[in-house]
């Protein structure tokens, strides 16, 4: 096992906890199996390494939305360049996770797995809100409380202002602005040394959820994964190569064909942070996109465009939702989306933070983080696919941006229509 990546550990942690559940199933009933092996062993195991994902989740949250709001601070340099970048962003991201909510009720993934039955605490959300009062809500009146209560939505809003504030302060305030950078690469540090234990973890709740429903938790989680891929799919497909053939007038074939290798990049490693430098080379070599716009939006893109990220949490939340029995309202899935998508300003472009950031709007609506552990040790696999879809956006945005501006330094043989100048 030392020898094993991370991702393999937990691959493995995941099969030996569904053949220990599995195996133990019939005997679940026993005086040993349930006191010492479910609510003690199991429990610990699992429990343990959830409370530390709970543990980490608020000052995660506040650190990185203040570092990544802090850092578009050239938006004010690039006027109206910033506004497109950051409309298309979080815009596409908006979309993305009400695809994935929508396709989620759908083809109900957590439909005939009950997990309340291994839930010993009480699960409630939130009542519905009128959509008015949601916007005010959002508003901390004290963001100390707001941490302490973990409230989301406030948590996030407070980051932002934060963030804006030290971008507009500049230099005056470069010593709480390095301070905060230092907390977040903190944070990132913690969050890695929590992931180690993901393999004790995702035994612990893994062979308890087996132990107690045996084999009746697969069929719902193989669901969820297809779920998942679809929306992908569906995402990219229509939001993307749609926006890319309608405003950038330019050839899907193409666009893959020249931006492949980026692509095989952000699959293999599961990183939008390291697809920089080839995104950004295939964007001025292979598009002939000028290097002041490429150089703004590529590098943003990988901070706060997380697309396949959204996607992955939004049916997420309606897998474990419908797998603990609780019918999300209206108000649930509105607050689900500003959560995921004011999140993705901040969230770190690095293999893991996506399932904590999950654990944010998970907590934000009331459900319990311990479904988390049924698609850890699949997430991987979806992980290096929600990456491709990441920086697939990044370089459709810079396209379209650098088209509306007339940033194209060459014409491209392979775009739509018959433009003859240097310059689109």
């Not at 009400?98 to 797995?113: D, F, H």
């Not at 879809?389 to 941006?401: E, K």
């Not at 501006?405 to 240097?422: C, L, M, T």
Request: proline letters at 3%; one cysteine or more.
């Amino acid at each position: 096992m030392k020898k094993l990546s991370l991702t393999s550990k937990i691959f493995v942690s995941l099969v030996l906890g569904i053949i220990t559940g599995l195996v133990l199933h019939p005997i679940k009933g026993n005086v040993f199996v349930e006191t010492y092996l479910i609510n003690f062993l199991f429990s610990f195991l699992g429990s343990g390494f959830m409370r530390a994902i709970r543990m980490i989740v608020v000052p995660l949250v506040f650190c990185s939305l203040t570092v990544g709001a802090a850092g578009v601070e050239d938006v004010r340099k690039l006027g109206r360049v910033g506004v497109k970048i950051l409309a298309f962003y979080l815009g596409t991201t908006a979309v993305a996770i009400t695809l994935a909510l929508g396709l989620g009720n759908i083809i109900n993934p957590g439909k005939g797995i009950i997990l309340s039955d291994i839930v010993t605490s009480k699960v409630s959300v939130g009542e519905s809100k009128p959509f008015v009062d949601i916007l005010l809500g959002m508003i901390p009146v004290n963001p100390i409380e707001a941490m302490a209560k973990g409230d989301m939505l406030q948590i996030i809003v407070f980051a932002i202002f934060c963030g804006v504030g030290i971008s507009l302060l500049g230099d005056r305030v470069k010593t709480i602005k390095k301070g905060i950078e230092e907390a977040n690469n903190l944070m990132l540090k913690l969050v890695e040394l929590i992931m180690k234990l993901a393999p004790y973890g995702v035994y612990g709740l893994i062979a308890k959820t087996f132990t107690t429903l045996g084999y009746s938790a697969m069929v719902p989680l193989l669901k969820y994964f297809l779920g998942v891929i679809a929306a992908l799919i569906i995402h990219y497909l229509v939001t993307y190569q749609g926006l890319l053939v309608l405003i950038a007038r330019y050839n899907p074939i193409k666009f893959v064909k020249k931006y492949a290798s980026t692509m095989v990049v952000a699959f293999s490693t599961s990183s939008s942070n390291a697809t920089i430098p080839t995104s950004l080379k295939a964007m001025q070599e292979n598009f002939g996109v000028s290097k002041s716009i490429s150089s703004f939006t590529i590098p943003l893109g990988s901070t706060i465009n997380m697309d396949g990220t959204a996607i992955m949490q939004g049916m997420a939340t309606v897998f474990i939702a419908q797998a603990y029995g609780v019918e999300l309202t209206m108000g649930n899935y509105i607050t689900v989306i500003f959560t995921a998508t004011l999140a993705s300003i901040g969230t770190a472009g690095v293999p893991g933070v996506g399932l904590i950031m999950l654990g944010m709007v998970l907590t934000e609506i009331g459900l319990p983080l311990d479904g988390i552990a049924l698609i850890m040790g699949i997430d991987r696999l979806l992980d290096m696919l929600r990456t491709v879809v990441n920086v697939t956006g990044d370089a459709i945005c810079t396209l379209i941006v650098a088209k509306t501006e007339s940033e194209i330094i060459e014409v491209e043989e392979d775009s739509f229509g018959s433009v003859e100048a240097e310059s689109l």
